[in-house]
């Protein structure tokens, strides 16, 4: 059984900083890439930032230069450090994770169950 748990979240003025957390454990062999989605009330959920496991970054147009995203592949943890936060960054955020668990021939898409971020004006 793998899980991802997150944390981090939280009320935020505009402007201010947010650090999130996520480490998936369980019956790990692997783990490919791992990103950070977000999902804001009536709208889709959308890539924020996603990284490789040696470390290639694919970030969204909208948090470029204000989000950055890390790994630390020894603890199987991936980090999300927002600042200069928006009022439209404001959603549920949700680690993903591509796991191969031990035993298993290929990787699977894992999920955390969201955290929320929210920016006042």
């Known amino acids: 059984q793998v899980q991802l748990v997150e944390s981090g979240g939280g009320l935020v003025q505009a402007g201010g900083s947010l650090r999130l957390s996520c480490a998936a454990s369980g019956s790990i062999f692997s783990i490919g890439a791992m990103g950070w989605y977000r999902q804001a009330p009536g709208k889709q959920r959308e890539l924020v930032a996603a990284?490789?496991?040696?470390?290639?970054?694919n970030s969204a147009d909208s948090v470029k230069g204000r989000f950055t995203i890390s790994r630390d592949n020894a603890k199987n943890t991936v980090y999300l450090e927002m600042n200069s936060l928006k009022p439209e960054d404001a959603a549920v955020y949700y680690c993903?994770?591509?796991?191969?668990?031990?035993?298993?021939?290929?990787?699977?898409?894992?999920w955390g169950q969201g955290t929320q971020v929210t920016v006042s004006s």
């Open positions: 990284i490789t496991r040696g470390g290639s970054i």
């Open positions: 993903n994770a591509a796991v191969k668990p031990s035993g298993a021939l290929y990787e699977n898409d894992y």
